[in-house]
């Protein structure tokens, strides 16, 4: 019985796979017009199933494909890194360079084949060591510029990052004009992989998962295999599977799963901080420039990407979920501060719904008493590393969850929502809410936000959102007030959680009194 694959390239009797002929196709084209190409894209797309499938189809048409990983050759010898190439075009290719010390002769005798048609797959070709990473490279632009004469039709370079960046600043001009991208799966993969499990087992997917899993990995399909195998893996007797069952596998994504494309993700993110917080907690466009350094790594390591108006926007809403709980100020001390104030049944009614206008009130009380001093981290110098935005998003967060805890509520983020906006649906007694908090910067923006929260309710058939807004004491027009609105047959209530500026955010009193004197 065939599985989901979590690590490593499909293997076709043993994984449900998608063929993506389409990709495949506009590979082996280039390869028959005798390109060398590059194929980029983040971890988990799919990159080593393809170019395996792509080198399958090759052979079918009399190629000999040689594919090689230097993966963990950054610090290797020429020595190893040669005995690794000429092993493996032995293997591939059946010649026999390993006598060979020098890069440049190799492909010298490479080229004086004739009779054959070689294609040479480089994976993981940033790891190669920058000591003879260029002569490499410079070997391999030798051997294009004379590739109708002998045998080394094509060659792919595959790796992470964009290579032509990369080959440009190591091996200038190095003639490689094409790249082959490498997207996620589409919607109607993401299905058909499903419903080979389905077709195969009997085993089914409920319409809602489906959908969800969908959408809060973007389609990626390293994270798509993943939750489908944790799904079954632990509902292995279940004929349907359900949307509860898809909540405990976001979850332990979301709090649990120690993985290495999200540890990297989260690596990145933590180096430009402030840069990934404007992201997560401002909703302001920001124009998506790969010259930018911050855009660049955030890209190249699958955490953004652009919209159709080139502003950037969340890729993988997992990852953006993961960050949320990155940054947050575990150590502040204010949960138990809440804890022994708060009381729970007090902000339920009669019919178990929740009584917005108390517990926001007494939210705005816990603020004006506390200040959203304590959800801004600080450095080793004692300078804030937060901006004003997520303190403000966190510390309504830390209040809500010791309510939920202490009601045996739920929560999760909706993966939809992109950039900007920090937003809840939760669970409470059998009635769900939708929750969306963020900063007032202007008055379209705050309109505008109400008709979006009307949306995602009716999109989820939530009958009720709560639009949080933090609002700064200097901003007063009656226009900007809290209320009740229908809109789009959907409850919204607008609360506005007012703060001084300076109080909050400025400067501290002796470093104010410093700069006066």
């Known amino acids: 019985m065939k599985t989901f694959n979590t690590s490593g390239p499909n293997i076709l009797n043993r994984h449900y796979t998608i063929m993506r002929q389409n990709i495949i196709n506009k590979g082996a084209n280039l390869v028959d017009n005798e390109r060398y190409f590059t194929i980029w894209a983040p971890r988990q797309t799919g990159k080593s199933t393809y170019f395996r499938l792509l080198a399958y189809e090759l052979e079918e048409d009399g ?212 840069f990934v917080e404007n992201l997560l907690f401002t909703n302001k466009p920001v124009r998506f420039s790969i010259d930018n350094p911050a855009t660049e790594a955030l890209h190249t390591n699958g955490l953004i990407i652009w919209d159709d108006d080139n502003n950037i926007k969340f890729w993988v809403p997992l990852y953006k979920n993961r960050l949320f709980n990155v940054f947050y100020p575990y150590t502040n001390g204010e949960s138990e501060q809440i804890a022994k104030h708060l009381f729970a049944d007090d902000y339920l009614t009669k019919d178990n719904k929740i009584n917005f206008d108390k517990l926001i009130d007494d939210y705005k009380q816990h603020i004006k008493l506390r200040s959203f001093r304590p959800y801004r981290e600080k450095d080793d110098k004692g300078k804030f590393k937060s901006i004003p935005e997520a303190a403000m998003i966190y510390s309504f967060e830390t209040y809500i969850s010791i309510f939920l805890n202490a009601i045996k509520g739920k929560s999760y983020r909706e993966a939809q929502i992109s950039l900007g906006d920090t937003d809840l649906i939760i669970n409470v007694k059998g009635f769900e809410y939708f929750i969306e908090t963020k900063k007032f910067y202007d008055y379209t923006n705050f309109t505008e936000g109400k008709d979006q929260i009307a949306y995602y309710c009716k999109s989820a058939n939530i009958k009720q959102g709560i639009y949080i807004v933090y609002i700064d004491n200097t901003v007063k027009n009656e226009r900007i007030k809290e209320d009740t609105e229908n809109i789009n047959n959907v409850e919204i209530k607008t609360f506005l959680i007012r703060y001084d500026e300076m109080k909050e955010f400025g400067k501290d009193k002796k470093e104010i009194d410093k700069m006066n004197t």
């Not at 004739?114 to 391999?140: A, M, P, R, T, W």
């Not at 077709?199 to 390293?222: C, H, R, W």
């Not at 489908?228 to 994504?253: C, F, G, H, M, S």
């Not at 989260?266 to 430009?272: F, L, M, P, S």
């Open 63 to 274: 190629y000999k494909v040689a594919q090689i990983n230097f993966e963990n050759f950054k610090t290797a010898s020429l020595e190893s890194f040669l005995y690794r190439l000429t092993w493996k075009l032995k293997e591939f290719w059946e010649v026999d360079f390993t006598n060979e010390t020098e890069i440049s002769q190799i492909f010298n005798l490479i080229e004086q084949i004739k009779d054959k048609k070689f294609v040479l797959i480089i994976d993981e070709v940033e790891g190669i060591n920058k000591k003879y990473f260029g002569e490499f490279l410079h070997s391999i632009r030798n051997a294009y510029h004379s590739r109708e004469t002998h045998c080394l039709k094509s060659v792919l370079l595959v790796g992470v990052s964009n290579i032509t960046g990369i080959v440009q600043d190591d091996a200038s001009p190095f003639n490689i004009a094409d790249t082959l991208r490498m997207p996620y799966f589409t919607n109607k993969e993401t299905m058909e992989l499903f419903a080979q499990h389905e077709t195969e087992t009997g085993q089914l997917f409920d319409k809602k998962v489906k959908q969800k899993i969908s959408e809060i990995t973007a389609n990626q399909p390293g994270l798509v295999n993943g939750f489908a195998y944790r799904l079954i893996d632990t509902n292995p007797d279940k004929e349907v599977l359900n949307y509860e069952d898809y909540l405990q596998v976001e979850q332990w994504y979301l709090t649990r799963v120690i993985d290495k494309n999200i540890s990297n993700v989260i690596k990145v993110a933590k180096k430009y901080r402030k």
